[in-house]
């Protein structure tokens, strides 16, 4: 299916150097955040920086032991936008602090989510020794999506600004539809590497599309459900986009056709028009977007103009360079730290700035795509297309939103944003595609392929000299 | 299946060229056009959070920032708020700024061109940018017998002058406020404090009464009438003058009259002497008939009529009409028909003719002190210009003298000291009258140039709220 040539070193050295630099932006950007606001190299600098280089270089060992040609670049990227996010969560907290004494400070809660997500990503990729192994789990993936689904609708879930999307654990809340995304995104990715070739030979040809048969639309049926009812039930416009984004990309890697990505759009066009029909929370949305400068949206509660028009006020403030760290008033902006971190970033960092945090997106969603192309088997293909595209969508919704290009929607921006549930999916989905790039970028036995792949690397376990490989 | 998946790369990358793109437009192009819009308060905020510089009175602080612990750093505090409140305005998150806070506030808030040096200094030694102190002339103590000397309710203003320098000892008007319900940080309270203090009777808060209303100033306008006399040269101390009990105008119904009750009626003729001692209008109306219209106006703005200027506040023009007919000028000569006046105008009236005729600018900063109070700037005394020759100022001097000592201003006498002055009584049909009081003492060296005005008050109380008043003022800068 491909002629990506992959030349098989593991390039773990590479990444302790960028895993290095990664640790000095996030814990330099964490230091210059408290400067003049608090005592230098206190407590909450340490927790932020030991955290993070721990659990990194922890990662970074289990990748050199169990993963060790995984894409060297992941990694750094991911901690990198993580130490980020943290330090301007703390940096908001200060200013909270000053304003409010009693205010419970969100960053140390975000360090320990940070611990717990790098921690899982850990034990997924000591656990899971190959990503194919989930294929086994298609149908049992489709049953704990729905549970996850379900949950915040049971008397365990939670109302959070109109929106159930959240259940309460012992000690917190958690969006247990974080997690749905990547069980569903096992689920198509199992569903359809298997049944692919039936719902492509199968259907009329109507001039150049050819369309699927009634009953192959099912899956496609599925995920538009999943999404109304996401949308309908829990009140939550931007995951509803972001499930239906992601069976849609799915379903066009699998068959190629267009006329399924066709199909799609016009459903979400009759989602959509039916949305605003029927919900008075996504019409506000819609004219507040619209209308944002007109002062009746601006003061309208709920569901008023002015959030998006703060958050553009704090990147105009910014402008190219930004007021640099602690210098600014992201704070004025509601939901600074998590919904709207990227406009904090943007007016503290500058277009610069914010633009060298796209690019890393950019980087991260391109690595797990080229992991996509490296692998071999359809379902690692689906899976890791499927989760980096998502990722991509995410920044999307969430920047485009901000910056007024679609109407706002609350979503999280990937590994920055407060909230746990988020960043554990995340980096669980860091290390799904770390294991497929594994897999990609690993020199392919050029013998039969036997029980194990240590063996076909040679007796010491080294890749050969020569093995300089086409894969497919 | 590879192309497929190249091909959500490209959608992928389009999506993100997209975002940059948004936010290149908004955080590049669009910037200034965000910064400016009226719902953007981070300008207000990044200006309200930084320390601002103190109003200083002898020392103290009547207007400082201090350290709050909301959202802005600092908050505004007026002390002693009603006695300072003209001078100092406010300073407000919803209102803007007024008086002081509004005429220094470059100074005040650092940005002033006069601290580049000290900002520089700052910069590389890491402390936070810090406005400059502004220092003012007033006297607390002369402020504090100024308000004092208002009675609550009564409108009125007093301006204390000190003649040689041009410096304001004391400037105080009433009804007052305070400043601190307008400088808050809830724009909600504030509003409603701004409105409440709107509905307050005779009260503008957002003007200084001294500097900025303008009020007719009967009788004291007189002495400008004696100086164009004198100036002209058509007129001396010997020169008699018809003094009809009232002046009647070929072909109209009006006549302007001599007050009834006062010691006008006495001598057909006057002197200038005694048409000031006695204030006869119909002397002093023949006297500008006489000049003539523009030779009242001239030597009004000789005194500063017609000008606005900077104390660094703002002063309004005090004016004297044209365009007269003859009945309008000789009533618009004895500080009626339309002759409007500040309190601030008639105090250098007679600090001028206390300074050998020399007006020198009124001023009010005393000096500019950076935050650790070194000197930055110090106001030197500036000449505004001559409003009369040396010999008039002396000749109108002593006749205000025999003003104090035999006439209308007997109130004002300080035993041992001689005093000039000038009463006044504006009539309104309608409100009651203007009282007023202008002069200055000693006579042979001036210390102190008086102005006082009481407004819509009966002819008795007048009396007693300015002469008398006046004279506790002349002791207290006499005794300091």
């Known amino acids: ?472 | 299946m590879n192309q497929a998946i190249r091909s959500a790369w490209v959608v992928a990358i389009g999506m993100f060229a997209l975002v940059l793109g948004s936010l290149t437009f908004v955080q590049f192009f669009q910037a200034e056009e965000l910064t400016g819009n009226p719902w953007n308060s981070r300008q207000l905020y990044q200006e309200f959070g930084r320390q601002r510089g103190a109003l200083l009175v002898d020392g103290r602080a009547i207007a400082e920032s201090v350290p709050s612990s909301d959202q802005f750093n600092y908050r505004r505090v007026y002390n002693e708020p009603e006695l300072y409140a003209h001078l100092t305005g406010y300073y407000s998150l919803s209102l803007g700024s007024s008086q002081l806070e509004l005429a220094e506030t470059e100074i005040l808030s650092g940005t002033d061109s006069s601290l580049f040096y000290d900002r520089v200094v700052r910069l590389f030694s890491g402390v936070d940018a810090q406005g400059a102190n502004v220092e003012l002339t007033i006297d607390p103590e002369i402020q504090r017998l100024a308000f004092d000397l208002i009675p609550e309710g009564q409108r009125g203003s007093i301006v204390v002058l000190e003649p040689s320098t041009g410096n304001i000892l004391a400037m105080v008007s009433k009804p007052t406020y305070d400043p601190n319900l307008l400088a808050g940080h809830d724009t909600g309270v504030i509003a409603e404090n701004a409105a409440a203090l709107s509905e307050q009777p005779g009260l503008s808060f957002y003007t200084n009464p001294a500097t900025e209303s303008l009020v007719s100033p009967g009788s004291v306008f007189k002495l400008i009438d004696a100086a164009a006399a004198l100036e002209s040269g058509r007129y001396d101390a010997e020169s008699q003058i018809p003094n009809p009990p009232a002046l009647e105008f070929p072909g109209i119904e009006y006549a302007l009259p001599n007050f009834v009750a006062g010691g006008c009626a006495s001598r057909p003729t006057a002197d200038l002497e005694f048409a000031l001692e006695q204030s006869c209008n119909t002397a002093f109306a023949q006297i500008a008939l006489d000049l003539g219209e523009e030779a009242i106006q001239e030597q009004a703005a000789r005194f500063g009529f017609g000008e606005t200027f900077t104390i660094p506040t703002d002063v309004v023009a005090s004016s004297f009409p044209s365009d007269l007919s003859e009945p309008e000028l000789a009533q618009s000569s004895v500080g009626q028909f339309d002759t409007r006046v500040t309190p601030l105008q008639m105090a250098m009236v007679a600090a001028a003719i206390a300074n050998d005729g020399q007006l020198m600018k009124p001023q009010l900063v005393k000096s500019i002190r950076a935050a650790d109070l070194e000197l930055i700037e110090s106001p030197q005394p500036e000449l505004m210009q001559q409003s009369v020759s040396q010999e008039t100022a002396d000749q109108l001097t002593d006749w205000m003298v025999n003003v104090v000592d035999n006439g209308t201003a007997t109130g004002a006498q300080v035993p041992g000291v001689a005093v000039a002055g000038k009463t006044g009584t504006a009539e309104f049909s309608d409100v009651g009258d203007n009282a007023w009081f202008t002069g200055f003492a000693p006579a042979d060296d001036p210390q102190v140039a008086i102005s006082i005005v009481m407004e819509n008050v009966d002819i008795p109380t007048g009396q007693q709220l300015t002469s008398p008043s006046a004279k506790r003022l002349i002791e207290a800068v006499l005794n300091r």
Not at chain 1, 67 to 86: C, E, F, Q, T, W
Not at chain 1, 255 to 270: D, E, H, Q
């Open chain 1, 1 to 472: 299916m491909s002629d990506v040539l992959t030349v098989p070193r593991s390039r773990r050295t590479i990444e302790l150097f960028l895993l290095l630099l990664a640790l000095a932006v996030a814990v330099g950007a964490n230091y210059l955040a408290g400067i003049g606001r608090e005592e230098p190299f206190g407590d909450y600098f340490w927790s932020q920086a030991i955290t993070l280089g721990i659990m990194s270089l922890f990662i970074h060992v289990i990748l050199r032991v169990k993963a060790k040609y995984a894409d060297p670049v992941i990694l750094p990227i991911v901690v990198a936008l993580n130490g980020v996010g943290l330090a301007m969560i703390h940096r908001l907290d200060l200013s909270a602090a000053q304003v409010n004494p009693d205010f419970v400070q969100v960053a140390p809660q975000q360090v320990l989510w940070t611990a717990v997500a790098m921690g899982s990503a850990a034990i997924l990729l000591i656990v899971l020794r190959d990503h194919r192994i989930l294929r086994r789990f298609t149908y049992i993936s489709l049953i704990v999506s729905a549970i996850l689904l379900l949950l915040p609708l049971t008397p365990l879930g939670l109302e959070i600004n109109g929106a159930r999307i959240w259940i309460s654990v012992g000690f917190g809340t958690f969006q247990p539809g974080e997690i749905a995304k990547i069980t569903l995104a096992i689920f198509f990715a199992g569903y359809l590497s298997t049944n692919r070739d039936l719902i492509l030979l199968a259907g009329k040809k109507i001039g150049p599309l050819q369309l699927p048969r009634f009953r192959d639309l099912a899956p496609m049926a599925a995920a538009w459900l999943v999404s109304i009812g996401v949308l309908i039930f829990q009140r939550d416009l931007g995951s509803s986009i972001l499930f239906f984004g992601l069976f849609m990309v799915m379903i066009y890697v699998a068959t190629s056709r267009v006329s399924w990505v066709l199909i799609g759009l016009a459903m979400i066009g009759v989602g959509v028009f039916v949305a605003l029909e029927l919900f008075s929370h996504v019409a506000l949305r819609f004219d507040s977007w619209i209308n944002a400068f007109a002062p009746e949206v601006y003061d309208r509660a709920p569901g008023g103009s002015a959030q998006v028009v703060q958050g553009l006020f704090g990147l105009a403030n910014g402008g190219l360079i930004g007021t640099g760290l602690g210098a600014g008033r992201p704070d004025l902006v509601t939901y600074a730290n998590s919904d709207m971190i990227i406009a904090a970033l943007g007016e503290e960092l500058g277009l610069i700035g914010v633009v060298a945090i796209v690019m890393l997106y950019v980087l991260l969603v391109s690595r797990g795509i080229r992991a996509a192309l490296g692998t071999k088997d359809g379902f690692g293909k689906l899976l890791a297309c499927g989760l980096s595209f998502t990722i991509a969508l995410q920044c999307f919704v969430v920047i485009g939103g901000i910056t007024r290009l679609i109407p706002l929607t609350g979503l999280t921006t990937p590994f920055m944003s407060a909230g746990g549930s988020s960043l554990l999916a995340n980096w669980l989905i860091v290390a799904l595609i770390l294991l497929i790039s594994e897999t990609a970028r690993r020199p392919a036995p050029s013998a039969p392929m036997k029980d194990s792949f240590p063996e076909a690397l040679g007796v010491s376990g080294k890749p050969k000299k020569s093995a300089k490989e086409t894969t497919r």
